[in-house]
Nanobody, 126 residues
Framework: QVQLVESGGGSVQAGGSLRLSCAAS????????IGWFRQAPGKEREGVAA????????FYADSVKGRFTISQDNAKNTVYLQINPLKAEDTAMYYC???????????????????WGQGTQVTVSL
């Protein structure tokens, strides 16, 4: 089974930065894509970034492009999400998720993903 564990969240002032981590284990085939999603209270879950792990191709939502950077360390089976600079609207629970390689839903669509981590809270203060 695929297991995903997020870490790195916290409370940071607007204008600061955070680096979230997603440590993955299990079948590599089932982790062809790793996505980062966020959900704020009263809001729908939003895909913010994804990476095709076999080739390192990255994808970003328009709302975060230029501030969010997704990357991976294959030796550690870890995917990172760097947020710099943080904005107040980034406050949310952040989740990573894993998907297989087959063509289908957008890589930023939550419905594509079969495995999810427990989430890590990001709080941005003014």
């Amino acid at each position: 089974q695929v297991q995903l564990v997020e870490s790195g969240g916290g409370s940071v002032q607007a204008g600061g930065s955070l680096r979230l981590s997603c440590a993955a284990s299990g079948d590599t085939y089932s982790r062809a894509y790793i996505g980062w999603f966020r959900q704020a209270p009263g809001k729908e879950r939003e895909g913010v970034a994804a990476i095709a792990t076999t080739v390192g191709r990255t994808f970003y939502a328009d709302s975060v492009k230029g501030r969010f950077t997704i990357s991976q360390d294959n030796a550690k089976n870890t995917v990172y999400l760097q947020i710099n600079p943080l904005k107040a609207e980034d406050t949310a629970m952040y989740y990573c998720a894993a998907s297989g390689p087959f063509y289908g839903l957008s890589v930023l669509s939550s419905g594509r993903y079969n495995h999810w981590g427990q989430g890590t809270q990001v709080t941005v203060s003014l």
